[in-house]
């Protein structure tokens, strides 16, 4: 089988490389291969290499510039997104889309499911819905949300960070009022694999690890994973000026993908063997 993995040196694409070398032929497509926004060079790219698979794991995920520059949003989160189901089309190859929490407003006071309302708050948001549509031009496409990924290769997130201040003794400010679902880019990488394998239906799925916190909690199980001070220091949403506004309750349910044979593991045991090293 051979798999074209786009965006293949960001936290997620390197953490997919890594774990599909020893189960197929994978094609890996960095910024340097190609400008996922050239809509030409990605049906030559793609076609060329005779997929079986397409996973789109590029993004543009600077949130609060995406409120003064929609266009670059857009043509990442967007257009290059129907480009790649286009050619994913082209090949007769499913296709593997990476969305995200930000397109629900973060009023819910329960795990949002696939099937509820989308109502993104922000440009990053909104260009990743218009994503999530154009994924459908290709006929087999699976639409991954996943949210507040962590680990891989790569690694740059908001836990990665909490993680790397807390190893060095230095303060983390976590917000006390933001409810998530982290993802492990590993977790997310197997279940994406076994969705593809086992041939499970097309469609919307949440690709998050089982269980929600707050940034705070998190940061104190993180503390306790390390055995270190817990050097927290708790916000609110509204004491942080951000261009974009973020969901403030933005748990996901991953019941969906449970139910298609893949149990996620929790957050805590995610995060217990990201802080162990490299699995």
Known sequence: MRVVVAGAAGQ???ATVRRLTSHADVVALTRREAD?????????????AKPDVVINC?????????????????????????????????????????????VFDGLAEQPYVESDPTNPRSVYGQSKLV????????????????????????????????????????????FVDRTVTPSYVEDVAAATWMLVMTGAPPGVYHVVNSGLTTWHDLGR??????????????????????????????????????SAGFQMPTWQDALRRYLSGPS
């Not at 995920?61 to 257009?79: G, K, M, R, T, Y």
């Not at 199980?221 to 270190?228: A, G, K, P, T």
């Not at 001070?229 to 974009?244: G, I, M, N, Q, T």
Request: charged fraction near 20%; proline fraction near 6%.
């Open 36 to 48: 996922l926004t050239d809509h030409g060079r990605v049906m030559s790219l793609v076609t060329a």
């Open 131 to 174: 994503g999530e549509w154009l994924a459908g031009e290709a006929p087999r496409s699976y639409v991954l949300r996943v949210e507040s990924l962590f680990g891989g290769p790569a690694a740059k997130s908001s836990v990665d960070k909490i993680v790397s201040a807390l190893r060095t003794g230095q303060e983390a400010p976590v």
């Open 221 to 258: 199980e993180v503390s306790r994973l390390l055995d270190c001070e817990p050097r927290l220091r708790p916000v609110k949403v509204s004491d942080v000026p951000l261009r974009a506004p973020r969901p403030q309750y933005c748990a996901l349910s991953n019941a969906k993908l449970a």
């Open 58 to 102: 590029s993004a543009y995920n600077a949130v609060d510039q995406a409120e003064d520059d929609p266009i670059a949003a857009l043509a990442v989160n967007a257009f290059a997104v129907q480009s790649l189901a286009r050619a994913a089309a082209a090949s007769n190859a499913t296709f593997v889309h990476y969305s995200t929490d930000f």
């Open 12 to 14: 997620l694409g390197g």
